[in-house]
Every structure is written in C-alpha cells, then in structure tokens.
C-alpha cells in the first residue's frame, strides 16, 4: 500500500496564488508517476498535470499549463503543485494519485492510489 497526504489547502483571494504538497509513504519505493486532480460537486475529477518521478517527465492539461507549475522532491516522495492567477472556479478539492507505471496518463481510473483531498476555495 501506498499512503499519499495532501497539505497546503484553505482559503485564498482571487488573483493570487497557492502552492499544495502531496507526500507519499508505504511503498513509495514502487511510486513511479504521480499527479493531481481536483474535483467539485457533481463532476468527474479533473486531470492537472503529473510528473514522472524517475523518468524527469512532466505533463499538464492544456487549461492549466500557463498557470499550473509541478514539482518534485525524489529524496522526500513529495510533489508540489502552484497554481497562479486563481479565480473562483479553481475551488475544489484537490487530489494527489499515484500509479505502479512510468508514465503520466490523464484518465483517473488509471491511478491506483489517492490522497484524501484537500479543500482549496478561491473568495472573489
């Protein structure tokens, strides 16, 4: 098993920015690709971007790749997610996931291990 927290949600203003951490534990030594998601009430979970923790791939949704940066710790399982230029409708609650494979994918159902989410709502 694989244990992902998620850190670094709450309440932010309109325009600014936040930065979210997800670290893993259990089994990292198998995590191979890990990414982000968020969802809101009523819609599937939508993919942000994932980094191939050994393979030094990164990939984004093409909504988010002007205001969405990536980042990894190897040494601490840990990924980071910023995202800049927030606007009400960034509020969701944001998921990490990882998965047993080298290579980032965008279909949720993929990804074998979740956080438990972390709230991120953006005030206008």
């Known amino acids: 098993q694989v244990q992902l927290a998620e850190s670094g949600g709450g309440l932010v203003q309109a325009g600014d920015s936040f930065r979210l951490s997800c670290t893993a534990s259990?089994?990292?030594?198998?995590?191979?690709?890990m990414a982000w998601f968020r969802q809101t009430p009523g819609k599937e979970r939508e993919f942000l971007g994932g980094v191939s923790m050994f393979a030094n791939i990164t990939r984004y949704a093409d909504s988010m790749k002007y205001r969405v940066t990536l980042s990894r710790d190897n040494a601490k399982n840990t990924m980071f997610l910023r995202m800049n230029t927030l606007r009400p409708e960034d509020t969701a609650v944001y998921y990490c996931?990882?998965?047993?494979?080298?290579?980032?994918?965008?279909?949720?159902?993929?990804?074998?291990?979740w956080g438990q989410g972390t709230q991120v709502t953006v005030s206008s």
């Open positions: 259990g089994r990292a030594f198998s995590i191979l690709a």
């Open positions: 996931a990882t998965r047993e494979s080298n290579t980032v994918v965008r279909d949720a159902s993929s990804y074998d291990f």
